[in-house]
């Protein structure tokens, strides 16, 4: 029985219709009826027995040569030659065994067989194949019937897959190489064998056949692509075939074949791809795609219908790697919006080559500089009027990013030594640099121009999605753009909608990505401060970006890192916090008076400016004033004294507790028991205001992570802390590693972890007595 015939005439079958346009609906699945007809019969032809295709195995051989004319008497014959075992290998053009000896001692051709059969008839070999050679036969014997199934059908697949790429090798009529391509693709579509190359082999094929052919017509094109459309269902287009498929989007950007074929494509490429790194060409046609679909009618509008597809309709994206590709896509096509002076970059020293004088600015090549000019003369001729020191260039700097800011002073060309270096800076000249009227000179051209438009707003489009947020923040936190990009006026400007978004978000994971990612490198908060090269705005984005961090304690309220982000901002953006305040900007008053109250600043002169800044305004001078009867309590609790040791009764509340500390004086008390009583998180506020407190007793409250923060913050001198049976978790508990005076600490029946323990133990030297009974690190 011959069963080589499976796939012929598929082609005569095959339907053309082509469907309404897929992004109609977005649809992937309604949309791509150019290859639904191959799919479906596909079906039809593989309901039986499914094989892996087979590259090598053992099996019995016998040769038998004779005149073709015998053949039948002495397949008939009881008496057949030996069988030989051998280990074939079906290889690429031939079928050769491991040990060259015997019957395959040469190995055999895909091209000189003639035909393969299962034999079938009573007197023939059990679970045997024929292999017709010139000449001859070649018996092919399996253990079962599955195993010659699988032999025939591997063989099958070699054989017709040697013939296809001789054809197409060198093509005369592309109607007949079309067919041929059609016949093709039909019979991987309806083979038994399950394995990826079943697929690949045909698109590598035409990848192969679509390079050496660069004379093809248009309609040679969508020819080609309709007929290969069903095998790109479930797999990723060869690198050659990525390539001719960005030809075609960027030469017929409005083809249909665009929208109904390439759509699917580069949806499945989005869902499964895993790395880019590994197959950039992938990349590179998901990238010339959307670009094709931004120059149809409704440009940005077709954009928006494919990313919510992507995203699916629901509030969660089923599919995790959908955003991380399209981010990768985003970042890959702005960089090659400045490539060109990226290349032609010129060796400009890093930041910290600047401050440790290792390269002189005369020594640097200026073949690229990134220069801001200023726009407005009136602006520097009045600056040029406060001191001769104001005529020099001004570096704004950051530490990944440094643009020089020019000054019309012609006469100073040289770079002095101290510009950059670790001091404190100077405060005049930092309130008096104002990005605002400073503009980048890059001009990047009309293409590239429009490609950075349509990918800075699908960021802007992920930036809107509340399950996207928290991921593509993170992905974003390390500023994976050039510094060409950063230091561009207009990319800065469209970029902060995204980084607006960031800021609006309450959530925690979101905002801790607009700090830096690790010490030493800037983040956004830096970026889009006042004197940084991305603010054009005097810092408004910045204040909300600290007031929503504010409001819910990230950066203030909650973190223990509070001291450490105030010392920041006083050692890097204190200038531009001033100037804020001084325009009456509450958030900013805020933090100046933060500075204050936790001693920040330790210049006299300074604190002076600072408090000059908040006299200025009426927010100011209220907030000033109430810091300053804060301040007199504390002061005059310190001076009365008081007990040293306090209990209050069993069922007292926070309003008990702070009726009783309002009542007298409590400046010496050293030792609190709120045991079993009913205070809350709540009265953090009055626990701080106890200067000389060290022990601390609060088992079996319902004093929570909260009020442990803002314990952390202001009681560093405490010694002993009790917290046997309350409600803290591992977020409040972490804030305790910056108690290092704590000695002892109970935790028993508390949802401490083991990982937060071993934190705990490793953060505080002074830690002697710990229990942690009834916990997860017991």
């Not at 006299?604 to 209220?622: A, H, P, W, Y």
Request: hydrophobic content about 35%; charged content about 20%.
């Amino acid at each position: 029985m011959d069963r080589t015939g499976g796939s012929g005439g598929g082609s005569d079958r095959r339907q053309t219709e082509e469907s309404k346009p897929l992004l109609g609906e977005m649809s992937a699945p309604e949309g791509n009826k150019m290859g639904a007809a191959p799919c479906r019969r596909a079906l039809l032809h593989c309901n039986g027995m499914r094989y892996k295709l087979l590259q090598e195995g053992d099996i019995q051989v016998c040769v038998i040569r004779h005149p073709r004319t015998f053949l039948s008497k002495i397949l008939t014959s009881k008496f057949l030659r030996r069988w030989e075992p051998h280990h074939l290998t079906l290889a690429d053009n031939s079928v050769a065994s491991a040990t060259p000896t015997g019957y395959m001692e040469n190995s055999i051709s895909y091209s000189a067989i003639e035909d393969v059969q299962l034999l079938s008839w009573e007197n023939a070999p059990k679970y045997c194949l024929q292999l017709t050679i010139p000449g001859g036969t070649v018996l092919l014997q399996a253990a079962n019937s599955y195993l010659r199934d699988q032999w025939f059908h591997s063989l099958q697949w070699k054989k017709k897959i040697y013939k296809y790429k001789k054809v197409l090798s060198n093509p005369s009529r592309w109607e007949v190489v079309l067919k041929e391509i059609r016949t093709l693709v039909d019979m991987a579509l309806t083979s038994p064998l399950q394995d990826d190359s079943i697929h690949q082999a045909p698109l590598e094929i035409v990848s192969k056949l679509l390079s050496e052919n660069n004379n093809l017509t248009t309609q040679d094109h969508e020819s080609i692509i309709v007929a290969i459309a069903p095998l790109l269902e479930n797999n990723h287009p060869p690198p050659d075939l990525c390539e001719f498929f960005c030809k075609h989007c960027r030469e017929r950007p409005r083809s249909m074949v665009v929208i109904e074929v390439f759509t699917p494509v580069v949806q499945r490429i989005l869902k499964h791809n895993m790395d880019f790194g590994k197959c950039p060409r992938l990349r590179l046609f998901t990238q010339e795609y959307i670009l094709a679909l931004n120059e149809l009618n409704a440009g940005m509008e077709v954009v928006k219908k494919f990313i919510h597809s992507m995203h699916g309709p629901t509030g969660q994206c089923p599919h995790p790697r959908v955003l991380p590709n399209l981010v990768a896509v985003c970042l890959a096509a702005i960089y090659s919006c400045y490539e060109e002076f990226i290349n032609s970059r010129d060796n400009s020293p890093s930041l910290k080559e600047i401050r440790n004088g290792c390269q002189q600015q005369c020594d640097r090549k200026p073949n690229l500089p990134l220069r801001l000019l200023h726009t407005s003369p009136d602006l520097v001729s009045q600056e040029a009027t406060l001191t001769e020191s104001r005529l020099k260039p001004v570096i704004v700097t950051s530490n990944e990013i440094h643009v020089e800011v020019e000054r019309n002073n012609t006469a100073n060309q040289k770079m002095t030594a101290n510009v950059g270096n670790d001091s404190e800076p100077n405060l005049i000249d930092c309130l008096m640099v104002s990005p605002t009227c400073s503009t980048i000179s890059i001009e990047l051209s009309a293409q590239a121009d429009r490609i950075l438009g349509c990918y800075v707003e699908i960021l802007k489009m992920l930036s809107d999605y509340d399950d996207w947020r928290p991921a593509l923040a993170s992905l974003l936190q390390p500023i994976p753009f050039p510094k060409e990009a950063l230091a561009h006026e207009k990319f800065t400007k469209e970029l902060k909608y995204v980084i607006q978004r960031f800021a609006e978000d309450p959530r925690q994971e979101v905002h801790s990505c607009l700090l830096s990612v690790r010490a030493g490198k800037d983040g956004w908060f830096q970026l889009y401060s006042p004197g940084g090269v991305a603010c054009d705005d005097d810092g408004e984005l910045f204040a909300s970006m600290v007031r929503v961090c504010n409001n819910v304690h990230i950066l203030m309220g909650s973190c223990y890192k509070t001291k450490k982000f105030l010392l920041s901002l006083a050692e890097n953006k204190l200038g531009p916090c001033m100037l804020l305040a001084l325009r009456g900007n509450q958030t900013m008053v805020e933090i100046l008076c933060l500075m204050l109250e936790y001693n920040i600043i330790d210049n006299n002169d300074t604190q002076l400016q600072i408090i000059s800044t908040l006299e200025s305004t009426d927010v100011g001078k209220r907030m000033y004033e109430q810091l300053c009867d804060r301040q007199r309590e504390l002061k005059e609790l310190q001076r009365k004294g008081g007990p040293t040791r306090l209990t209050l009764p069993s069922k007292s509340t926070d309003a008990d507790l702070a009726r009783l500390l309002s009542s007298g004086s409590f400046g010496n008390l050293e030792n609190l028991s709120l045991a079993f009583t009913n205070v809350t998180s709540a009265c953090a506020e009055h626990l701080i205001k106890l200067p000389s407190l060290k022990q601390l007793n609060l088992w079996s409250t319902q004093f929570g992570d909260a009020g442990l923060r803002l314990l952390s913050e202001h009681l560093t001198m405490l010694q002993v802390l009790n917290l046997c049976e309350t409600p803290v978790t591992d977020a409040g508990l972490l804030a305790l590693s910056s108690m290092k005076s704590l000695c002892s600490l109970n935790m028993n029946s508390t949802k401490l972890s083991a990982d937060t323990y071993e934190d705990l133990k490793a953060k505080l030297p002074n830690l002697k007595e710990v229990d942690v009974r009834y916990t997860e690190a017991w």
